[in-house]
């Protein structure tokens, strides 16, 4: 495994500590679990197996790989405990042992990707979710994750920024986002729909722009679309003026956090998950990565192409009061760090081919 994966493995489990014994000799569902999350929570459930656990955590991933790589991180792990099920989460699901815990993380997360499959975004949050809640009261699990997205707010009013769960959101119900937002919002409310009338242990994660190793380099969102490009000094399209604002969390500080809230104790609870340190401007993150990056790559202010869903939010930052007082969730690394890192990493892993140009 990649030296950068398997420290970024590592520091996860060590941020668990204790808390991670609650998966020796269970069982683990993920589903999109070939994806740029699903496949940390693979690779984290495998560090433990491998240097922690005596009974080993048997984990089953599901994927259609619709965006899903066949020859990512996951591809790296061989482990008998790991079984992978190509599978479309919408469908009937024929899964006969017991399950102890399901992560619900399928989904179409990068707004290229939402924009070119709508029907199949709604469907794998709705659709995905209501397979997975029935499954989750058959098999009645102990835990169950919902990701949902801090999309769920849309635009915030700039007075509730830092955004807070109780935050309704500012959100178009046929905007070109709304397949992706309005579909995790229906998600939501099937989830905390199974927890009240089932009792389904819920829990519902709602992540800020989680970033990392693993992304893949046409993924389109915006680090990996930056850090690649600064590779090969090919210019940073800044859409519009660049003004508009995230916050990005690292992969690892992001892990800790979801499996903190998988689990915690109370259910039909949500949390935002991500990183409040900085707040930053799109064209001041590509200032940063080119400064990252040897080759001197450009940077250029472009309109909306038509491949990206227009309506964008304006800030996004969240309010981590929450996770940090219920659950004592303290995100580590810093953004100059965290995009060296991912840096290095597509340095070290892109073929040769990626850098002809
Ligand atoms: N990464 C983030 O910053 C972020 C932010 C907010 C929300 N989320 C949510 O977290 C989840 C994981 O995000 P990610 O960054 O790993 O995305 P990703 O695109 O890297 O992974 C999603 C995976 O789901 C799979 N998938 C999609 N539809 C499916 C279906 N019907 N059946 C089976 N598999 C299916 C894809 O093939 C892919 O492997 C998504 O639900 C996303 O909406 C992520």
Redesign the pocket.
């Known amino acids: 495994m990649n030296a950068i994966i398997h420290e970024d493995l590592e520091a996860i489990a060590w941020a668990l500590g204790d808390e991670a014994e609650a998966f020796e000799g269970k069982t683990v569902l993920i ?9 940390y929570f693979v690779g984290a459930l495998h560090y433990l197996n491998e240097h922690e656990f005596r009974k080993p955590c048997r984990v089953i991933v ?8 066949r020859s990512g991180v996951l591809n790296e792990i061989s482990s008998p405990h790991i079984r992978a099920i190509e ?4 469908k009937p699901l024929h899964i006969k042992e017991p399950l102890d815990y399901i992560i ?7 707004p290229v ?1 939402y924009r070119k499959y709508p029907l ?1 975004t709604i ?3 709705v659709s ?1 979710a209501k397979n997975l809640l029935e499954f989750a009261r058959k098999k009645k699990v102990a835990s169950f994750l919902f ?5 769920i707010y849309g635009d915030p009013d700039p007075q509730f920024i830092p955004t807070p769960e109780y935050y309704r959101g500012n959100v178009s119900s046929i905007g070109p986002r709304s397949c ?1 937002d309005e579909s ?1 919002r229906l998600a939501e409310t099937l989830c905390i729909t199974y927890f009240q009338q089932y009792n389904v242990p819920v829990k519902i994660v ?6 990392g190793p693993g ?2 380099p046409d ?1 389109h ?1 915006v680090v990996p679309a930056f850090l690649t490009r600064s590779l090969i000094g090919k210019p940073l399209p800044v859409h519009d003026s660049g003004n508009q604002t995230r916050t990005f ?1 690292y992969i690892s500080d ?1 892990i800790v956090g979801f499996l903190k809230v998988l689990l915690s104790v109370k259910n039909g609870e949500v949390y935002n998950v991500g990183t409040d340190r900085e707040e930053i401007g799109m064209k001041s993150l590509a200032e940063i990565i080119t400064g990252l990056s040897e080759k001197n790559a450009p940077i250029e202010l472009v309109s909306y192409p038509e491949s990206y869903p227009s309506d964008e939010p304006r800030r996004r930052c969240p309010d981590l009061t929450k996770i940090r007082s219920a659950l004592g969730y303290q995100p580590k690394i810093d953004l100059e760090t965290g995009l060296a890192r991912t840096l290095s990493w597509y340095r070290e892993t892109l073929p040769p081919s990626f850098f002809e140009v």
């Open positions: 589903s999109g679990g070939a994806g740029f999350l699903g496949s599901i994927d259609n790989f619709i965006t899903g790589s599978a479309d989460v919408t619900h993380a399928a989904g179409l997360a990068s990707y199949e469907e794998a949050a995905g990701f949902s997205s801090s999309e992706y995790k709602r992540p800020f722009n989680v970033y992304m893949k993924d969102r969390c992001a």
